[in-house]
């Protein structure tokens, strides 16, 4: 082998080559040589390195074929691509133990599909192991029920050996009693007979009535059945789901399970989710636009949609808040301080990482609680919006003589509220409650124990100028299903032994914080002993009035509990109704509420009910969970109802479950932020001298407290234009698509698409029944310009009002338009437009139209009539006779 030094990369192994000593060459290269390891290519060019033309020793090769050169190839191991089929894979994946996603992404590589594609073979995997399962279970069961079989078989011929045995013994003792036997079993077998002929006449009785009920019951009737919207209300009816009905039906079941369990039944069912969400975005957002442009086409948009009895009743219940009048003055151009907004700080997704409120300490709790009523969602569930009942009189936070006496009992307690007004304070605007208000706070010294103590009232928030069409919806809503759905009664024993349970184990821990706090004094001794009296006069109170099953007068103030919680640093005693009890009805019960003794509620209304259930707000969120805390409840329902607040669509528990479902994005910053600045306003409080006072909030401005002052002082303004107008406005002049619409909920389903089989954020299935029943697009276009020509109308009287209002609310002639009320010794004066004088004097009925008594010389005749006129014709114009002139003396 002729070869270069350059290209010898080892001298021995080449001279070993050289000298054919093969065998050698092996144990040279086995010694680990790194010169003759690292490039063998480079020599020999992928042949075979050591026996490039003839087989190696160990081959034995016949010699018959040792004369051809290319026999001994076919000793070389065969390269063998061996594939499964699709019959040996699903067989593989049968009987291995992979998860639900390893499983899809197997199927998806074999089958070259997609991902989503895969699930519904995951499916048929996941059926199959179920149905090798139950087979090998069943046959696991046959085999224990043929020993069980076989052991009763023999204990059975034992028992009858044993019986034989015995009778073989008494015949042959008395062949009298053998004959008696005989004749006792002829008499059974007659017994057996009779009553296998009773018992099947009774049950062919029972069949008849049986068969009888059937055909008298009647299910699914249309007018039991849920609130759905009509077919001309149904979204993109030209665009169809790419997902099938069967896989919708299995989507609305893991939906299910959210709302009623709490929890997925199955760990692989999320990624399914994820999986078909994600190739099903551009029908979300397919259905978004057309939900919006639906809504936008309406007559009347679903936000302005209210009725002018709903409008009366809510702006009373609003009035009945005002206690200062329009003649009290206010000194808005020195306010006493400004609670500056603070920055929303973003990221924060737990409760331990903002600042939230927390209850301390529980003074006392409510003697009456109401029973909360959930109904039987499946059905029909109609709201009775238009019995608009008001509640009872309630106590106001002023004059409640408990509300004083245990904030005089408080060391550290300084400001009393109502939880309504701290809700307001703590929650944004939306567009549900969209107003400007002003609070009216009461600052005064009360004489405890010989020393002076500071006592800031908060009453409840007044609303200021006009309130927006959506937040009457709200009031409305809200009010009606508390006539509906609410039951007052008092407490029962057990829920007593419950609360007084509670409130000892929260006192204790309070106690035990205080002791590590600060040392025990003669006084806090003294202010147990008077919680202590108090306490037991409560439950005697309660004790004496559960005798009684009649509802006492007053049953709304005994519903509050009094309350310290605690926001930062600062304290405030609140005054709430207490939570609900829980009655649900229907055969299907929650899981997730099934713990719950203590519940409360709010009213959700869906704008776009034809698309779906709406995702909660992040201000909206932050009222429901301050109404949540402030009245100590275990867990929040939500009743997702129509817009036009005729049926109940939905009950959600879940979406305020911050365990089960993650809140509105920023919602836990906006909260956390609100609570710095209540925790400020308290600090300013406290701070006040005695008096009366107003905090004004009002849109895009910092909350201010103004003090009252006189009439004549320089720079008072009165409240007459702030308080509550008696019109209102209407909100989608301020509120836009992206400011009240969050998306679609991927996780809750209203009932009608429950009914339907149709998924969250989907389209309609294109194997639905509902196809069959969708207008023609002839009818459809009809309905439209029905729609669109009611629309026009609806907007050409909102006008006529508006043009209405505006000229009876503006007089050039009035002279307050030009009046200088900031000086206090111009007064408003009182104007009444004047009416117009009568121009009609009277006129000849005929065409003459003279003076009385002197007509004039036109027309063909010589006078025409004078119309009535004293010796005037008769009104006619033909030519006057003689007796029509008048007698001139």
């Known amino acids: 082998m002729s070869l270069e030094e350059a290209d010898i990369r080892c001298q021995i192994a080449w001279q070993l080559d050289q000298n054919k000593k093969y065998d050698e060459v092996v144990a040279h290269v086995l010694t680990g040589c790194l010169s003759c390891v690292t490039n063998p290519k480079k020599r020999f060019g992928g042949r075979e390195m050591l026996f490039p033309n003839e087989p190696p020793p160990w081959i034995k090769v016949p010699e018959s074929e040792k004369s051809n050169p290319e026999a001994w190839k076919r000793f070389h191991k065969k390269k063998m691509r061996s594939e499964m089929t699709l019959e040996e894979f699903e067989q593989f994946l049968v009987d291995s133990d992979l998860s639900d996603a390893q499983l899809a992404m197997e199927i998806a590589k074999f089958r070259r599909i997609e991902k989503v594609a895969s699930w519904t073979h995951v499916r048929d995997i996941r059926r199959k192991q179920k149905e090798k399962r139950l087979e090998q279970e069943k046959k696991e069961k046959e085999a224990k029920k043929l020993n069980l079989e076989a052991k009763k078989e023999a204990e059975k011929l034992k028992k009858q050996d044993e019986k034989r045995k015995n009778l073989e013994e008494k015949q042959l003792k008395d062949d009298e009693k053998l004959e008696y036997l005989e004749k006792m079993k002829e008499d059974e077998k007659l017994l057996e007979e009779d009553l296998d002929e009773e018992i099947k006449d009774e049950q062919s009785a029972e069949n008849e009535e049986k068969s009888k009920k059937s055909e008298r019951k009647e299910f699914n009737l249309r007018k039991d059945m849920p609130w759905c919207p009509s077919t001309y209300d149904f979204l993109c009816t030209d665009k169809r789901s790419i997902i099938d009905q069967s896989q919708q039906k299995r989507m609305i079941a893991m939906c299910q399970s959210l709302m009623y369990e709490g929890q997925l039944r199955h760990s692989g069912n999320r990624d399914e989710l994820k999986d078909i969400r994600r190739a099903c975005e551009p029908e979300y957002d397919t259905l978004v636009a057309a939900a919006l442009e639906h809504a936008r086409n309406e007559a009347c948009h679903p936000l302005d949609y209210s009725t002018e009895k709903s409008i009366r009743f809510c702006l009373n219940r609003f009035k009945t808040r005002q ?11 020195s306010p006493s301080f400004t609670v500056e907004n603070v920055e929303i700080l973003s990221g924060i997704r737990s409760e331990h990482q903002g600042i939230v409120p927390k209850m301390e300490k529980m ?37 409640d003589s408990i509300a004083h006496d245990l904030i005089s009992s408080c060391k550290q307690t300084t400001v009393l509220s109502d939880a309504t007004t701290i809700c307001h304070l703590l929650s944004p605007n939306w567009e549900s409650r969209d107003y400007e208000f002003g609070i009216p706070i009461r600052v005064k010294i009360q004489r405890v124990d010989g020393v002076d103590k500071k006592c800031v009232t908060m009453s409840k928030p007044v609303p200021s100028t006009s309130i927006s069409k959506a937040t009457i919806q709200r009031k409305t809503l809200k009010r009606a299903l508390k006539n509906q759905y609410l039951k007052r009664m008092p407490l029962k024993k057990s829920q007593k032994r419950t609360q007084d349970e509670l409130m000892s184990s929260e006192e204790a821990s309070f106690q035990e914080s205080q002791e590590s706090t600060a040392p025990t004094t003669s006084s806090e001794s003294l202010l147990d002993s008077m919680l202590h009296e108090m306490k037991m006069s409560d439950q005697k109170f309660a004790c004496s009035s559960s005798k009684s099953d009649e ?95 005729d049926h109940v669509l939905q009950i959600d528990p879940l979406s305020m479950r911050i365990d089960k479902q993650q809140p509105p994005p920023d919602a836990l910053g906006i909260l956390s932020a609100r609570c710095v600045m209540l925790e400020r306003m308290i600090a300013q409080l406290e701070q006040l001298e005695p008096g009366e006072y107003c905090a004004v909030q009002e849109r895009d401005r910092p909350l201010i407290v103004v003090p009252k002052c006189s009439a004549d002082q320089r720079g008072g303004v009165s409240l007459g234009a702030s308080l509550t107008r008696d019109d209102c406005k209407r909100t989608t002049d ?60 609806f ?95």
């Open 323 to 333: 206690i200062y009048t329009e003649n009290d003055t206010f000194s808005f151009k």
């Open 551 to 645: 509802i006492p007068e007053n049953s709304e103030d005994l519903a509050y509990q009094y309350a310290i919680f605690r926001i930062g640093d600062a304290r405030i005693l609140i005054r709430s109704n207490g939570a609900h009890l829980l009655n649900e009805q229907g055969d299907k019960k929650r899981q997730i509420l099934e713990n719950c003794r203590k519940v409360t509620f709010e009213p959700r209304i869906e704008y776009l009910s034809n698309g779906g259930a709406m995702e909660i707000g992040a201000a909206e969120w932050v009222w429901n969970y301050t109404k949540a805390v402030f009245k100590t409840s275990q867990s929040h329902v939500i009743y997702r109802t129509n817009y036009r607040l």
């Open 795 to 889: 907007a050409q009287k909102e006008a006529e009002k508006e043009d209405a209002k505006r000229q009876k609310a503006l007089d050039l002639d009035d002279p307050n338009l030009y009046a200088d009320f900031t000086n206090p010794s111009i007064l408003p004066q009182n104007f009444v437009k004047p009416k117009p004088k009568n121009f009609n004097s009277f006129r000849g009925g005929g065409r003459g139209g003279g003076p009385r008594g002197r007509p004039r010389a036109r027309g063909r005749g010589a006078f025409r009539g004078g119309g009535g006129g004293a010796g005037g014709g008769g009104g006619g114009s033909g030519p006057s006779t003689s007796d029509s002139v008048p007698a001139i003396p």
């Open 734 to 793: 301020s509120w836009k698509d992206d400011d009240f619409f969050h998306g679609f909920c991927r996780d809750v389903a209203l009932q009608w698409q429950i009914v339907q089989g149709r998924a969250p954020q989907l389209l309609l299935a294109k194997d639905s029944a509902i196809n069959a029943q969708m207008p023609s697009k002839m009818n459809r276009n009809q309905f439209q310009r029905k729609k669109t020509s009611m629309k026009r109308k």
């Open 363 to 399: 003074l006392r709790s409510a003697t009456w609680q109401s029973e909360l009523i959930l109904p039987d969602i499946s059905k029909k569930c109609e709201v009775k919006h238009w019995e608009l009942k008001p509640p009872a009189p309630k106590t106001r936070l002023l004059d």
